[in-house]
């Protein structure tokens, strides 16, 4: 199955150009996988959705400056928005919660002390069982739900033929599911 290779160097420079169809081109094509990028950098959804709304911005408005022999467009693009969830991740740590906010949190988290122990046990089993499965597996695994890869990108990205990476991905599903059960 043949598909077209995204142009991202010509998205950046129809940007650089004032032309609004190609960012919302690049959003349309990479918001999905950017987004991951930023949760998995600030772990909470609202400052990823503003990381990655700053972040675009950032690339309407720098795209002149992206230069490809530094690299390529793709990676300007994902450095911007990894800048981005650090500094998002910097800022918070000089913030200063006063009362009222910490008790707002708390709200929030109101998870309590049993939920968070199973919530932890669930994620210590995930881990081991992740461990268990060969490299191959578990990066299909690792790509497909944590990095929202599809099938066909998994398979470009790892340079295996896609019914290959269907197999491993399905195996390593329920070689999880019946560790974990």
């Given amino acids: 199955m043949l598909t077209e290779t995204f142009d991202y160097e010509a998205q950046l420079l129809a940007c650089a150009r004032g032309e609004r169809d190609a960012l919302r081109r690049l959003y349309e094509h990479e918001a999905r996988w950017l987004m991951g990028v930023a949760l998995r950098i600030v772990r909470r959804r609202e400052i990823a959705d503003e990381v990655l709304h700053d972040a675009f911005l950032q690339i309407w408005h720098k795209a002149s400056t992206f230069d490809k022999s530094l690299g390529s467009a793709r990676g300007w693009i994902y450095s911007i928005v990894r800048h981005r969830a650090l500094n998002a991740i910097r800022n918070a740590e ?69 019914g290959t990476v269907k197999a491993w991905t399905r195996r390593a599903l329920l070689l999880l599911k019946e560790c974990l059960g």
């Fill in 94 to 162: 000089r913030e200063v919660a006063t009362p009222e906010a910490m008790a707002d949190r708390e709200d929030e988290d109101s998870a309590g002390p049993l939920e968070t122990l199973a919530q932890h046990r669930a994620a210590s089993a995930l881990h081991r069982c992740l461990g268990h499965l060969d490299e191959d597996k578990r990066r299909c695994i690792l790509l497909a739900y944590v990095d929202g890869y599809t099938h066909a990108q998994i398979a470009a990205h790892l340079q295996r033929p896609l």
